[in-house]
């Protein structure tokens, strides 16, 4: 069964950093590409990130270049977004996915973690 | 970047009735080296991770009811949704797997009238 558990959300003022995990099963991690993906309180969905099978080459979005880094641990099945120089525009649920090179999409969400940045 | 825009914001439809919600990509999302078109429809219903439903712009995921279809090419997409059904209640999003930023469009949500 194809498991995705994100994990580090939680409350955090501007300016901080948090580091988000998701720690998947069920499928080779070390073959697929990774996504995350944001909700804003009541708002729909916002492609964040993405990161090749092999940690080689990433992609961000404009609002997020610079301050987050996507990365991964083959070894662990894990993977990450740092999170720095948070503002208050980052308060969202965020929910990391498996691509399917097949597909051409993700097909499998994370439940997601929430992150409140709030002075 | 590829902006994608949805219509309507929100539609209210019958039990037993048909939804039909459009998707429009600023640019053309086919994909010339595979003739394939990077376009997928999510659902998403409160307080759970998005659903897919469709991609490669018509093809129905395994275990998606047959209620759902789609089609479209080029810049212009449809979901249409027959027979709706009580737990069809949800927003619906489209999405460009064609070049990052993967942008989605506003989504839709459609509920029962």
């Known amino acids: 069964e194809v498991q995705l558990v994100e994990s580090g959300g939680g409350l955090v003022q501007p300016g901080g950093s948090l580091r988000l995990s998701c720690a998947v099963s069920g499928f080779n991690f070390s073959s697929s590409w990774m996504h995350w993906v944001r909700q804003p309180p009541g708002k729909g969905l916002v492609w964040v990130s993405r990161i090749s099978s092999d940690g080689t080459s990433t992609s961000y979005a404009d609002s997020v270049k610079g301050r987050f880094t996507i990365s991964r641990d083959n070894a662990k099945n894990t993977v990450f977004l740092q999170m720095n120089s948070l503002r208050d525009g980052d308060t969202a649920v965020y929910y990391c996915?498996?691509?399917?090179?097949?597909?051409?999409?993700?097909?499998?969400w994370g439940q997601g973690t929430p992150v409140t940045v709030s002075s | 970047d590829i902006v994608m825009t949805q219509s309507p914001d929100s539609l209210v439809v019958s039990l037993g009735e048909r939804a039909t919600i459009n998707c429009k990509s600023s640019q053309s999302v086919l994909t010339s080296s595979n003739n394939k078109t990077y376009l997928t429809w999510y659902q998403q219903k409160p307080r759970q991770p998005p659903k897919l439903l469709i991609y490669?712009?018509?093809t129905r995921e395994s275990g998606v009811p047959d209620r759902f279809s789609a089609s479209g090419s080029g810049t212009d997409f449809t979901l249409t949704i027959n027979s709706l059904q009580a737990e069809d209640v949800a927003v619906y999003y489209c999405?460009?797997?064609?070049?990052?930023?993967?942008?989605f469009g506003q989504g839709t949500k459609l509920e029962i009238k």
């Open positions: 996915g498996r691509y399917s090179s097949g597909y051409h999409a993700v097909d499998f």
């Open positions: 999405q460009q797997y064609y070049t990052t930023p993967h942008t």
């Open positions: 490669w712009a018509s």
